[in-house]
């Protein structure tokens, strides 16, 4: 069965810092894999998305995440965290049966900010 | 930006009773879900709308809910008799294509139940 971990439930930085968010998925064919984020009162906000071509993506905010199939990883990147980045954030993959997408999400990591 | 809305954020409603959240998908979309998030839980996917169909609806949606597009811009979801057990955050989305470039998500609507 397709399922997404995040084996980090809460992670800590200072701002400034380096950031990697994991998300491992299990799914048998090349899959589509979204990171959300959610801050606190919004709704889930798209951050990038692979699914296919070039391994390395770029997202908004100044996030990236790289897909490696080897290891069904699909790693959230910042390389300098700001105070605004303190949010959930959500690894998902898209699954599709009936020619609609349904995503199935991990259960997330919640990210604060050290100033 | 476009944006999906959900009203109202937050309801209370006693068990038994019938609730319905409200989403207004963007315009131009032809795809519609609803997710929820039980507290400390997962997003967990309900159902997916397409062309006044539904498309998928997991486990979850059981009888007791049921979905609809009333007019060209509304799309609701509907608990008919509610449980304690349904008291989440509801999410709604939409997207231009079938899903697979993501989705739009709306801000929420916390259901409580009593």
């Known amino acids: 069965a397709q399922s997404v971990t995040q084996p980090d439930i809460h992670i800590t930085v200072s701002e400034g810092a380096s950031l990697e968010l994991r998300c491992n998925y299990s799914?048998?064919?090349?899959?589509?894999l979204f990171w959300y984020v959610q801050s606190p009162g919004q709704g889930l906000q798209l951050l990038l998305k692979?699914?296919?071509?070039?391994?390395l993506v770029q997202g908004i905010k100044g996030f990236e995440a790289e897909f490696k199939r080897s290891q069904s990883s699909f790693n959230l990147r910042k390389p300098s965290v700001h105070w605004s980045d303190a949010a959930e954030y959500f690894c998902?993959?898209?699954?599709?049966?009936?020619?609609?997408?349904?995503?199935?999400f991990g259960t997330g990591t919640r990210l604060k900010v050290l100033a | 930006e476009p944006e999906v809305t959900q009203t109202p954020s937050h309801q209370v409603t006693q068990m038994g009773q019938e609730v319905i959240l409200r989403c207004v998908p963007i315009?131009?979309?032809?795809?519609f879900y609803w997710y929820r998030q039980i507290l400390g839980q997962k997003v967990e996917f309900l159902v997916s709308?397409?062309?006044?169909?539904?498309?998928?609806k997991s486990e979850i949606f059981d009888d007791q809910f049921s979905v609809e597009r009333p007019d060209g811009s509304n799309f609701t979801l509907k608990i008919r008799s509610t449980k304690l057990e349904d008291s989440a955050m509801y999410f709604c989305?939409?997207?231009?294509?079938?899903?697979?470039?993501?989705?739009?998500f709306g801000s929420g609507t916390r259901l409580t139940v009593v």
């Open positions: 989305a939409s997207s231009e294509g079938a899903g697979g470039s993501g989705y739009t």
């Open positions: 799914y048998g064919a090349t899959p589509y």
């Open positions: 692979y699914f296919s071509g070039d391994t």
């Open positions: 998902a993959v898209g699954t599709s049966t009936s020619g609609t997408y349904k995503y199935i």
């Open positions: 315009s131009n979309h032809l795809y």
């Open positions: 709308f397409y062309n006044n169909e539904i498309s998928e």
